[in-house]
């Protein structure tokens, strides 16, 4: 609260200054004035837009002013280098036009360099911002895609072999984060690759363990993540030995296997008690909170998939999205 009671202020003050110069540069000549007006529009306006629009009330992802405000901001150096012109061919210690530029130039400079501050100080949640609106803009086009193969094959009895039937494939502007965090974006791109059979072939489950559990010493009792955990099932005669969970630096357990589509009996032993033993469908997508599951051939291309043996649209991208943070392929 301090903080923004501060940027008010500020604000304010760069506002009260910025109006007296335009004021005054007006008494001088209307070119003068249109220049500095300029120059408090860049200065002081667009930082006060971005501060309501991205701090105090949250913007919706997919509204687009947000970003030309932004792009505004780049134009205050060339006003600054227009300023700068106007002072030195009117470098007079006499004349009343260059005494108005002196000052407004000190105080404008100030104000450009807030508003350069405040650009970068909020450029992260900015580029957040553009994340969502193209996964919001993927999404929809997604869906779009498994429409039409869905009418497609209401009227012909089968799947489409390509998605060639459309007048125009939608674009894919992928923003996803690797395996170590790394936000990759994508070249934006409407190619579709043809992925056949993929029930015919093997899969990539990842097993997740995410849950807490319950210990104890000799004071409290608390919960806390494990400290190991084992994988057992039909694919490793539930012998717990053969696999061991990886546990990452947030405490989550994982492990992935090579499975063929099917139902399997599978659970955990945590902390070397077994867990309840369930049994899951290995299916593509998987709907399931613990089990991920991918074509063994899928990789990490941010380009749309299609599997024309059972009309599957897909996208075939194995980063994590900037909205709810899954995998891309799971969708």
């Known amino acids: 609260m301090f903080v923004l009671i ?17 004021s005054e540069g007006f008494k001088v000549n209307f070119g003068l004035g249109i220049l500095l007006s300029a120059l408090f529009l860049f200065t002081v306006v667009v930082p006060v837009y971005l501060l309501i629009f991205v701090y105090v009330q ?17 134009f205050t150096l060339v006003v600054a280098i227009a300023l700068i012109y106007y002072i030195l061919s009117n470098k007079n210690p006499g004349n009343v036009k260059y005494g108005v530029l002196k000052q407004a130039s000190r105080w404008n400079a100030i104000g450009f360099v807030f508003a350069a501050t405040f650009l970068l100080v909020f450029f992260p949640k900015i580029i957040v911002l553009k994340q969502l609106s193209a ?12 429409m039409v193969v869905t009418e497609y094959y209401k009227a012909n009895k089968k799947y489409p072999a390509d998605l060639s039937m459309m007048e125009e494939i939608p674009n894919l502007d992928i923003w996803a984060k690797d395996e170590n965090g790394r936000l990759q974006r994508h070249r934006k791109t409407n190619e579709v690759i043809i992925m056949s059979n993929i029930y015919d072939n093997n899969f990539e489950v990842d097993f997740l363990f995410t849950d807490k559990v ?29 696999d061991v969970m990886i546990k990452d630096k947030r405490g989550f357990f994982s492990i992935t296997k090579i499975l063929k589509a099917g139902i399997y ?9 077994l867990q309840n033993l369930v049994k899951r469908e290995i299916v593509f997508p998987s709907s399931y909170e613990n089990i991920l599951v991918r074509p063994i051939s899928l990789k990490n291309e941010g380009k749309w998939a299609y599997d024309p043996a059972i009309g599957y649209v897909f996208i075939a991208c194995t980063g994590l999205d900037a909205k709810n943070y899954q995998p891309l392929y799971n969708y």
């Open 6 to 22: 501060l940027l008010v202020l500020l604000v304010l003050f760069f506002t009260f200054k910025s109006l007296k110069f335009v």
């Open 58 to 74: 949250p913007i919706p992802f997919n509204n687009p002013k947000i970003y030309y405000a932004v792009y505004t901001i780049f």
């Open 135 to 146: 996964h919001s803009e993927n999404m929809g086009n997604l869906q779009r895609l498994r």
């Open 214 to 242: 319950v210990k104890s010493s000799d004071t409290e009792t608390y919960t806390a993540y494990p400290d190991k955990v084992l994988l057992i099932g039909e694919f490793n005669n539930f012998n717990p030995k053969n």
């Open 265 to 273: 009996s599978f659970g955990f032993v945590v902390d070397g008690q």
